[in-house]
């Protein structure tokens, strides 16, 4: 059974940055993709930000493009989300996400219904 356990989330005024982790536990090596959604009150659960875990291709939502970077420990089983720069559009719960099914279309790796594990979630409050 895999657990996700984030962590690293906070309280800043815009400008500044934070880095998210999440920490995997009963971690299989088949798991594929990992993502890091928000969900804003009043929005939609949003992909930020996503890897393959069998290589380093990633994917960034328009929004964070230039700003966050995700990126994953293999020994340490732990997935990381740096973000700069932060705006108050980017207070959100924050969850990280995993699946062991593949291929994903670049559709389904930005949807929540196609990860099965998740955590959760640490919330980020930006302000201005």
């Known amino acids: 059974q895999v657990q996700l356990v984030e962590s690293g989330g906070g309280s800043l005024q815009a400008a500044g940055s934070l880095r998210l982790s999440c920490a995997g536990f009963?971690?299989?090596?088949?798991?594929?993709?990992m993502c890091w959604f928000r969900h804003a009150l009043g929005n939609e659960r949003e992909a930020v930000a996503t890897?393959?875990?069998?290589?380093?291709?990633?994917y960034y939502g328009d929004s964070v493009k230039g700003r966050f970077t995700i990126s994953k420990d293999n020994i340490k089983n732990t997935l990381y989300l740096q973000m700069n720069s932060l705006k108050p559009e980017d207070t959100a719960m924050y969850y990280c996400?995993?699946?062991?099914?593949?291929?994903?279309?670049?559709?389904?790796?930005?949807?929540?219904?196609?990860?099965?594990?998740w955590g959760q979630g640490t919330q980020v409050t930006v302000s201005s």
């Open positions: 996400a995993a699946d062991y099914r593949f291929p994903k279309s670049s559709i389904q790796r930005l949807s929540p219904g196609s990860y099965y594990y």
């Open positions: 009963g971690y299989s090596s088949s798991i594929t993709y």
């Open positions: 890897i393959y875990t069998g290589g380093s291709d990633t």
